[in-house]
């Protein structure tokens, strides 16, 4: 069974930074794309930053700078450390997993950035 565990999520003032992290299980982590997505309220889905099984990165203009996506292919992990934080990035922040047609999500797991 596949399972993708977000945490790390939280309430931070603007300018502060926080660090999530997704485990994984159920799939041949090493194999699969990484990526973190986010949703706010009335707002669709956006990519924020993912990274492939060679380690090749990818962010949306937004956190660019910011943020920093890593995984852990020893520990099947993928974290995201977000820095500089504004109230925009209040967010769902979810963790998905995606290797050719295979996609899974994580629950999601709630940022705000707010004073």
């Known amino acids: 069974q596949v399972q993708l565990v977000e945490s790390g999520g939280g309430l931070v003032q603007p300018g502060g930074s926080l660090r999530l992290s997704c485990a994984a299980s159920?799939?041949?982590?090493?194999?699969?794309?990484m990526g973190w997505y986010r949703q706010a309220p009335g707002k669709q889905r956006e990519l924020v930053a993912t990274?492939?099984?060679?380690?090749?990165?990818n962010y949306a203009d937004s956190v660019k700078g910011r943020f920093t996506i890593s995984r852990d292919n020893a520990r099947n992990t993928v974290s995201l450390q977000m820095n500089s934080l504004k109230p925009e990035d209040t967010a769902v922040y979810y963790c998905?997993?995606?290797?050719?047609?295979?996609?899974?999500w994580g629950q999601g797991t709630q940022v705000t950035v707010s004073s």
């Open positions: 998905k997993a995606a290797f050719v047609s295979i996609e899974r």
């Open positions: 159920g799939i041949s982590f090493s194999l699969y794309t």
């Open positions: 990274i492939t099984s060679g380690g090749n990165t």
